[in-house]
C-alpha cells in the first residue's frame, strides 16, 4: 500500500530531516539533483524534485512475515519507498524457518532484485547467499538482526537496535528492580540473533550486579499462543519468583497477561520486555508490566529503504552507514503518548500521517 502523496514542500523538508536523523548527510548533493542517467518514462519513477530514475525494487526477506512486531516496519518501508519512488516486496518464513529465508534470498537474486534486506538471523547461513547476491551486483542490507562482531558476513550495514547493549540494560532495570530470588527471562527462539543477544546481555548485567538473583531462561516459541501458554506453565510451577522479563515483543505480551490475571504486582512481582504490542502497552498503563523498551520498529524498514536508494541513485558511490535505530524505555510514567494516539509509526494505523507533536521533549 503507497502512501498519499505530500505536498512538494513537506516532502522535501522530510527528505532533508530523515536524511540526517539516518546520518546520511553525505546523500544531500544527491538529494538535491546531482543524479544522472537517460532513463525511458516506461522505467521512471515519478519522485518529484529527483530527476527520473528507474522504479528500484527491494526485496525484505523476514524470519516472522507475520508478526505484529513488524507491521509498523512494514509502513516504514511503505511510506519511505513511495517517498523515493521505489518498490519492496515482504517475504521470508512465517515462523523463522532458516532455509526459507535463504531461498528467499536466492529467489530475489534470481529475480534480479535492484535491493535485498534481511535479518541477519543465524550467524553462517546467510554468508554464502549475501556474497551472491554482491556478486551479482544487489547491494544487501541487514535489518533487525545483525552477523556476530567479527563476522565474515559481507552485509553493506545494518539497520537496527544493539541488542546486546539494549539487554544489558534491562538487565541493569531488572537489577534495580529486584534485590534477591527467582527471575524468569523469557525468549521466543533461542539462538536468534535478533533476540539471544538481548538474553545474554540482560544476563550479564544481573550478574554483574552482585545481587542473590537466580535467573532462569524459558523457551516460549514463534506465535503469541505458544508464547502465554509457556510463560503461564513457568509461573504456576514457579509462584514464588519475584520476576518476569522477556526479550521479544510476543513473549513481553505474554508476561504482561501472566501479571494482569494473577494480580502479580499487588504480590511484589515486577516485570517488563520489549516492544509496543497494543496489549503490552494498555497493561503497562494499567500498572501491571514495569516497563517496556521500544527500538522503533517503523525506521528499521524507512531507513533501509533510505540506504537503499541512495546507494543506488550514486552508483554506488555513496557507501551505506550502520545506524542504531535506538532505545527507550516506556513506562507508566511516559506510555500516555503510545495510548492516545493512534498512528502508523506504532503499527496501529494504515492511513499516512504526520502526527503535531505537543508537549516537553523527552529522551
Do not use: C
Amino acid at each position: 500500500m503507497a502512501g498519499k502523496q505530500e505536498p512538494k514542500d513537506e516532502v522535501q523538508s522530510m527528505r532533508r530531516g530523515m536524511l540526517q536523523g539516518a546520518g546520511l548527510g553525505a546523500a544531500l548533493a544527491l538529494l538535491g539533483g546531482a543524479l544522472g542517467g537517460a532513463i525511458t518514462p516506461a522505467q521512471a519513477a515519478d519522485a518529484g524534485p529527483f530527476p527520473a530514475h528507474k522504479r528500484w525494487k527491494i526485496v525484505f526477506v523476514n524470519h516472522v512475515t507475520t508478526n505484529p512486531f513488524f507491521v509498523p516496519t512494514q509502513y516504514g518501508i511503505q511510506d519511505s519507498t513511495a517517498l523515493l519512488g521505489m518498490e519492496y516486496q515482504w517475504t521470508g518464513s512465517a515462523n523463522a524457518d532458516i532455509a526459507e529465508m535463504v531461498n528467499a534470498v536466492n529467489a530475489a537474486i534470481a529475480g534480479k532484485a535492484d535491493a535485498i534486506a534481511v535479518p541477519i538471523v543465524d550467524p553462517k547461513a546467510f554468508d554464502k547467499p549475501i556474497q551472491a547476491a554482491l556478486d551479482a551486483g544487489i547491494p544487501v542490507f541487514a535489518y533487525n538482526a545483525d552477523a556476530p562482531q567479527g563476522s565474515s558476513n559481507p552485509r553493506l550495514s545494518y539497520i537496527g537496535q544493539d541488542l546486546y547493549l539494549s539487554g544489558y540494560q534491562m538487565g541493569e532495570r531488572i537489577a534495580s528492580l529486584i534485590d534477591s530470588g527467582l527471575v524468569g527471562l523469557f525468549i521466543a527462539t533461542p539462538g536468534q540473533l535478533n533476540i539471544q543477544p538481548r538474553l545474554d546481555g540482560a544476563v550479564a548485567a544481573i550478574k554483574k550486579s552482585g545481587k542473590k538473583i537466580d535467573v532462569q531462561t524459558i523457551a516460549t516459541g514463534a506465535t503469541v499462543n505458544e508464547e502465554l501458554s509457556k510463560i503461564k506453565s513457568f509461573y504456576l510451577g514457579h509462584q514464588d519468583l519475584k520476576g518476569m522479563f522477556a526479550v521479544d515483543a510476543g513473549s513481553t505480551q505474554g508476561v504482561a497477561e501472566v501479571m494482569k490475571e494473577n494480580n502479580l504486582p499487588a504480590k511484589g512481582v515486577h516485570g517488563g520486555g520489549f516492544d509496543l504490542l497494543p496489549r503490552t502497552v494498555q497493561l503497562i498503563h494499567d500498572g501491571f508490566l514495569d516497563f517496556t523498551i521500544d527500538q522503533q520498529p517503523y525506521v528499521q524498514g524507512f531507513y533501509t529503504v533510505v540506504q537503499a536508494f541512495v546507494y543506488l541513485a550514486s552508483g554506488g558511490l555513496v557507501g551505506p552507514a550502520n545506524v542504531n535505530t535506538g532505545l527507550k524505555f516506556v513506562t507508566k510514567a511516559s506510555v500516555d503518548p503510545y495510548l492516545n494516539t493512534s498512528t502508523r509509526y506504532e503499527g496501529k494505523s494504515t492511513k499516512p500521517q504526520i502526527v503535531p507533536h505537543t508537549g516537553a521533549i523527552k529522551g
